[in-house]
């Protein structure tokens, strides 16, 4: 196929209707079967699926009406932020009065029950909900209206060669509910009275009361795990005050233009990034970075979307709007972090797959077994075990299993500046065996500064100031460290002139009528000026990770100034943190060895590469690679991107604002070293998570299964376990939301 032939699209659809993880895996399974959609990813607990496709070969409205013939509604996600159409409520609504309904019509029938056992026959039954036909008027809304939409799910799994946990609430009620039919018509022309006439409508009409009800507690605490990505959209959909070709209006964030003035006040969300024009206030970036501690920001600051402004007024110039704001990149990455399937899901919906038709068999083995072997001829009793058998089984809890810690995951980690750009990559962090770190910006500052000023026969402060006024001139990352540091001292630098520039060695000017020369201690030597200097001394400094400036005055030697790129505050302690995390650490950085050693002996750090080119990095992450090591790269810089890509897991540090051109599987906000360990331990708690839901779910169907087999349930009790069921993998799943990173 040619390359004019390849357009690829991709769009995300919310579903509705979805019921358990066959569901997913058959829409799935039934746009995988396109030729011109590459990959199509489905998830149960958000509902919404994510398609790559070929746009020059089919369209979004094809897509969709592949997914509606399924028997379930689709549409396209961003349409509905812009209508700003909650669907969760809708469904809510719709869902909570359905269970009105049903237990209304379904009390008079639970009432009956009474009668089923010898120690609560004494308690008083109405003689009218005894009546058969009674029963049947209140039964059949419940099993056709009401359990209407169970009928309809079940018709196209069924219809497109599939099952889902629908197909068994449909034939355990209608068994239950045309049995009882079946008596109440033969009651006629027998002599029985159809008030004695055993029937089974409260057991069809129990069952779907009890399942909308788990599906209510579910719907309610999935709403929960979306928390993060709801506060995101609201600061969206908010209006801001704007000032546009001098005109002042109130827009929504969606329509901010780059240029656009934004009136910010006191307590507001700022809804686009930005440069502050006039103002200065505290700025709460917490939603953002994690960072509780306000920061201080005036005119000519940047600031970022979805941040606050605690105090004042300020008026902000939009730099990033639309999809290119900070708060919509990571509205995307989450949304596409929960969507995407981490491998111990896939085999969950393996599982899932062939569960139904398994249980149906067992059903049907329970059945025949009660009737012809334990209970002879007993068609009721048999047939009330069978539908216990099929009710109690839940392919929704091992469906929910994985999405749902994902979910919380994924908005656990934005709320502290963590954003992963797929939820796989949250269990290939946990696997991980061996973590290199790059030096420079990542354990260091990655600028140098200043730590110590040494003058000879002259004040410390003149010498910095004298300096500071040459190198005022120079570009160079080491002048303008030294220029920071005598602001920083706030001293008023002279003017300069006769700048000169000697490219590797240093630089010289007039200052005051002051000849000064700044640089190596050859350039001073090669001017003329005697340094009388331990040489053994600057060496030591140097294997410090430490460059040594030389500075006269007037050709005669008048101190030294040390600059170097200091380590991080955090970065001691985030190193070792991770070593409790059992990983082997590995400095890489391209500095030369005296630097690096120094660097590494400070933080802790035994396995050293140093003089590493981009290529280089890259290269020793797949040599490791080649051992069987599984390796985390953490970098900052464009230099890191080779191995950032070979990596099984690429780290990006203090992406900030810039996330679109990161080129790393987990970016970090913040340029805080002890970020890693908190995704890491994230990371951690999150597969452990997914594996209690696992076993909960799988342990829940062994043994309730045997049980239902055993004839120890009733049908009723069999839907309430298997309604709960999905309700405790969904609320274990929330307990991540309180994990303390």
Not at 163 to 170: C, G, K, T, W, Y
Not at 387 to 397: F, K, N, R, S
Not at 474 to 496: F, G, T
Not at 706 to 732: D, H, K, Q, R
């Amino acid at each position: 196929m040619s390359l004019l032939d390849e357009k690829e699209g991709q769009v995300t659809i919310q579903i509705s209707g979805m019921t358990c993880g066959n569901c997913a895996a058959r829409i799935e399974k039934s746009l995988g079967k396109i030729e011109s959609i590459h990959e199509a990813k489905v998830n149960l607990a958000i509902e919404r699926a994510s398609v790559r496709f070929n746009q020059r070969k089919i369209s979004i409205d094809q897509i969709i009406h592949r997914i509606e013939k399924l028997g379930f509604g689709a549409n396209i996600y961003k349409d509905i932020l812009k209508k700003q159409i909650d669907f969760r409520k809708i469904e809510y609504r719709s869902l909570r009065n359905r269970f009105v309904i049903s237990a209304v019509l379904t009390m008079p029938l639970l009432w009956t029950m009474f009668t089923h056992f010898s120690f609560t026959s004494s308690i008083w039954v109405p003689e009218l909900f005894m009546n058969s036909w009674f029963q049947l008027m209140l039964a059949t809304p419940v099993q056709f209206v009401i359990g209407m939409p169970f009928y309809f799910s079940a018709y196209h799994a069924v219809k497109n060669r599939s099952a889902n946990m629908d197909v068994l609430v449909v034939l355990g009620t209608s068994s239950a509910y045309f049995y009882s039919h079946y008596l109440s018509l033969t009651s006629i022309s027998s002599s029985v009275t159809n008030h004695n006439v055993p029937l089974y409508f409260e057991t069809s009409s129990m069952i779907i009361t009890v399942v909308l009800l788990g599906k209510l507690l579910e719907l309610k605490a999935r709403s929960k795990t979306l928390q993060v990505v709801h506060r995101l959209q609201d600061i969206g959909m908010k209006e801001t005050t704007i000032i546009r070709d001098n005109i002042s209006m109130s827009v929504p964030a969606e329509m901010i233009q780059v240029g656009d003035i934004m009136i910010i006040h006191a307590g507001e969300h700022i809804p686009v990034d930005g440069k502050i024009l006039e103002g200065n206030s505290a700025i709460d970036e917490s939603m953002i970075t994690g960072e509780s501690i306000p920061i201080e920001k005036k005119q000519g600051d940047f600031t970022i979307s979805g941040s606050i402004n605690m105090n004042g007024l300020l008026k902000i110039v939009a730099t990033r709007t639309g999809e290119r704001s900070t708060i919509a990149q990571m509205n995307k990455f989450i949304e596409e972090a929960q969507v995407s399937k981490p491998p111990i899901q896939r085999l969950a919906d393996r599982f899932a797959g062939i569960f139904v038709p398994v249980i149906v068999s067992l059903s049907l083995f329970t059945f025949f077994t009660w009737y012809y072997v334990i209970s002879s001829g007993d068609f009721a009793l048999s047939l009330e075990h069978a539908i216990a058998v099929m009710v109690i089984a839940c392919p929704c809890a091992i469906g929910l299993a994985t999405p749902t810690s994902i979910m919380v995951a994924t908005g656990r980690a934005a709320e502290n500046g963590i954003l992963f750009k797929e939820g796989s990559h949250i269990e290939a962090l946990n696997h991980g065996s061996v973590i290199f770190l790059d030096k420079t910006g990542t354990i260091t500052e990655g600028k140098p500064s200043v730590t110590k000023v040494i003058s000879i026969n002259v004040p410390e402060l003149y010498l910095l100031r004298m300096a500071a006024a040459v190198e005022t001139y120079s570009e160079h990352p080491m002048a303008k460290a030294i220029v920071k540091e005598a602001k920083n001292k706030r001293l008023i630098l002279p003017d300069s002139h006769s700048i000169i520039t000697f490219p590797g060695y240093g630089i010289s000017g007039s200052v005051q009528g002051s000849d000064v020369i700044i640089g190596t201690k050859q350039l001073l030597e090669n001017q003329g000026v005697p340094i009388d200097i331990n040489n053994r001394r600057v060496q030591q400094l140097q294997e410090q990770g430490k460059s040594v400036l030389f500075v006269s005055i007037q050709k005669k030697f008048a101190g030294m100034i040390y600059v170097a790129d200091t380590i991080k505050q955090n970065s001691i302690e985030a190193i070792h943190l991770l070593k409790q995390f059992r990983f082997k650490l590995v400095m890489v950085t391209g500095d030369h060895d005296y630097t690096s050693k120094a660097i590494a002996k400070e933080v802790g750090i035994k396995h050293i590469y140093s003089k590493a080119l981009p290529k280089d990095k890259g290269d020793l992450v797949r040599q490791w690679q080649q051992k069987g090591e599984n390796v985390v790269f953490v970098g900052d810089g464009m230099n890191d991107a080779p191995a950032l890509a070979a990596a099984n897991i690429g780290i990006a540090m203090g992406t900030g604002t810039d996330l679109t051109n990161a080129a790393a599987d987990v970016n970090l906000m913040k340029n805080d070293l002890l970020d890693v360990s908190k995704a890491i331990k994230l990371s951690s708690n999150t597969m452990r998570n997914i594996k209690q839901n696992l076993s909960f779910a799988l342990l829940y169907n062994l043994i309730a299964i045997p049980f239902a087999i055993m004839g120890l349930l009733e049908p009723w009790m069999a839907g309430a376990a298997m309604a709960l069921s999905s309700v405790s993998v969904v609320s274990n799943s929330l307990r991540l939301q309180k994990l303390k990173l």
